[in-house]
Antibody, heavy 118, light 107 residues
Framework: EVQLVESGGGLVQPGGSLRLSCAVS????????MNWVRQAPGKGLEWVSI???????YYTDSVKGRFIISRDNSKNTLYLQMNSLRAEDTAVYYC????????????WGQGTLVTVSS | DTQMTQSPSSLSASVGDRVTITCRAS??????LNWYQQKPGKAPKILIY???SLQSGVPSRFSASGSGTDFTLTISSLQPEDFATYHC?????????FGQGTKVEIK
């Protein structure tokens, strides 16, 4: 059975940092394209970042230079290091698998809430 | 970036109604267009991929069509479990942009 379990969310002050984790079972993270998607309260979905199976990474403009996507192959876990957090980063963050062929995000985690507030 | 625009933003419908949601891309995304259903407090779930292919396990009352820049999602006979928010997403290029969502509410 495929499972993606996010953790690491919480309350952080503006300017602070947080690292999100997405522990995966049922498939190998390093062999797949993996994404972070976020959803601000009451808003739509916003794609944040992707890491390709080959290791290339991409980010939405608003997080470039502040967020870093990575993976630990030995733990089969995806990460999102979030630095210099802003109030507008407040959202539920989901990890999701991309089939890598231009297809959909077919597996999603349950999400973890990040709140940036003083 | 490819902008995705859904309409309407929300709609009210009754059980048994036929519902159509549209999604327009700011540039061609070929058939790299996906539709997700999301219920409150839950992660999105894939319904349709590659513009018109039904994901395994999704009821046949869901269908979709389109290519290039204009796409539609149709629910042929709305069921109680279909009241949710629907999102389109292009997977043609990076960033993999989403529409703003369409909330389907009970009339």
């Amino acid at each position: 059975e495929v499972q993606l379990v996010e953790s690491g969310g919480g309350l952080v002050q503006p300017g602070g940092s947080l690292r999100l984790s997405c522990a995966v079972s049922g498939f190998t993270v390093r062999s797949n394209y993996m994404n972070w998607v976020r959803q601000a309260p009451g808003k739509g979905l916003e794609w944040v970042s992707i890491i390709y199976s080959g290791g290339a990474t991409y980010y939405t403009d608003s997080v470039k230079g502040r967020f870093i996507i990575s993976r630990d192959n030995s733990k089969n876990t995806l990460y999102l290091q979030m630095n210099s957090l802003r109030a507008e980063d407040t959202a539920v963050y989901y990890c999701a698998r991309d089939d890598g062929q231009g297809g959909p995000f077919d597996y999603w985690g349950q999400g973890t809430l990040v709140t940036v507030s003083s | 970036d490819t902008q995705m625009t859904q309409s309407p933003s929300s709609l009210s419908a009754s059980v048994g109604d036929r519902v159509t949601i549209t999604c327009r891309a700011s540039q061609s995304v070929s058939n790299y267009l996906n539709w997700y259903q999301q219920k409150p407090g839950k992660a999105p779930k894939i319904l349709i991929y590659s513009a018109s292919s039904l994901q395994s396990g999704v009821p046949s009352r869901f269908s979709a069509s389109g290519s290039g820049t204009d796409f539609t999602l149709t629910i042929s006979s709305l069921q109680p479990e279909d009241f949710a928010t629907y999102h389109c997403q292009q997977s043609y290029n990076i960033p993999r942009t989403f529409g703003q969502g369409t909330k389907v509410e009970i009339k």
